[in-house]
């Protein structure tokens, strides 16, 4: 038994990954300011994603929501969902 992440009894392959697998979660802002000569184009969005490490599978599922917030010259519908996995060798 290793300690990773804080947990004492936690069992770990020969790289110090858990064996278990595990909940992920994430945020991120980013704010985007394509125009100094334009004072209404600013753009910012909101990402959260939730993710799972799967325990003796490679791969991982995550799933994402992003919520843009536009200037009035610059507001379309665009707010999107969206489904990843990432494969690992």
Request: hydrophobic share 35%; with cysteine.
């Amino acid at each position: 038994m290793a300690s990773v992440y804080g947990s004492p009894t936690c069992e770990c392959d020969d790289g110090g990954t858990p064996k278990w697998g595990g909940l992920e979660v994430g945020v991120r802002y980013s704010l985007y300011e394509p125009s100094m000569a334009q004072s209404d184009d600013q753009v910012s969005d909101v990402s959260a994603m939730v993710g799972y490490k799967f325990t003796r599978l490679p791969f991982r599922l995550i799933a994402q929501y992003t919520l843009r917030m536009e200037s009035a010259a610059a507001s379309i519908s665009n707010d999107s969902v969206d489904l990843l996995t990432q494969l690992q060798w």
